[in-house]
């Protein structure tokens, strides 16, 4: 993978998409409101259409994106799950210990080290979340491998079944190779990183900063959507069969619908 060459053409289909173009930016801030409308648009671009889409065919995208919607709900809900329980022990533990109802301030230092060891499960059920916290952040390692190209096959195939195909999802990570996926992942995610520091930066002005940082956050935001999608795109291309049911998909996408 030419990751120099991806980046190039994500940057440049990002820009040709938004700069000049000031009605279409301005519609996809108000789609990223009624948000079934900017994750369509989003699928449009993931099925590869070249140039970046008008936001056009209003009730075709609204349904593609609740499509979508509900392909990374389903990919997400595992670690939301496994998160609700890593809390609940200690959230337990909390209500019915009387951990609410006492006045550690009135304590001395001893009198709450007592009170602490006179409760153990406080350290039990802290244990218990630490353990499956980190389980939810290695589930949540592996199902981004499957869900980051899920999506996008979802895309082109257009069925909500075949975002969960991961036999198919794993033989098209074998075509990329997977040292080049985990690093194509590894470089999106700095970006995202990145991107995502952009308000912390603003924050530093006194006053007005969060303000600022706030506004600038979301006019970029729809170029930066526009980068991811279409870097998306160009990953999963990478692993395209030239032959078969892959690049029939492919051949569909060009055509914008």
């Not at 449009?44 to 990374?72: N, S």
């Not at 308000?199 to 991811?228: A, E, K, M, R």
């Amino acid at each position: 993978m030419e990751y120099g060459a991806m980046l190039d053409d994500t940057f440049a289909y990002a820009k040709e998409s938004i700069w000049g173009r000031t009605n279409r930016w301005l519609t996809l801030i108000v789609c990223m409101i009624i948000f079934p409308l900017i994750l369509g648009y989003i699928v449009r671009i993931y099925r590869g259409v070249i140039p970046a889409p008008e936001p056009d065919q209003w009730g075709t995208m609204f349904v593609d994106g609740l499509k979508l919607l509900v392909v990374e709900i389903i990919y997400a809900s595992p670690v939301i799950l496994l998160v609700i329980l890593a809390f609940m022990p200690l959230l337990g533990t909390i209500f019915t210990s009387g951990l609410l109802t006492n006045d550690f301030s009135s304590m001395t230092d001893s009198q709450a080290e007592h009170w602490l060891a006179s409760h153990p499960e406080f350290f039990s059920s802290f244990g218990i979340m630490v353990i499956l916290l980190l389980c939810a952040i290695i589930l949540g390692i592996i199902i981004t491998l499957f869900s980051f190209l899920g999506a996008v096959r979802f895309a082109r195939s257009g069925s909500i079944a075949e975002a969960f195909n991961f036999s198919a999802i794993l033989s098209h990570i074998r075509r990329i190779g997977w040292l080049n996926y985990l690093f194509a992942l590894v470089v999106i995610t700095v970006i995202g990183f990145i991107f995502g520091m952009i308000p912390n930066v603003f924050s530093l002005i006194p006053v007005i900063g969060g303000i600022i940082g706030f506004i600038v956050l979301i006019v970029l935001y729809v170029p930066f959507i526009v980068f991811t999608s279409r870097y998306a795109a160009l990953v999963y291309d990478a692993g395209e069969e030239k032959s078969g049911m892959g690049s029939g998909m492919h051949d569909a996408a060009q055509t914008p619908r």
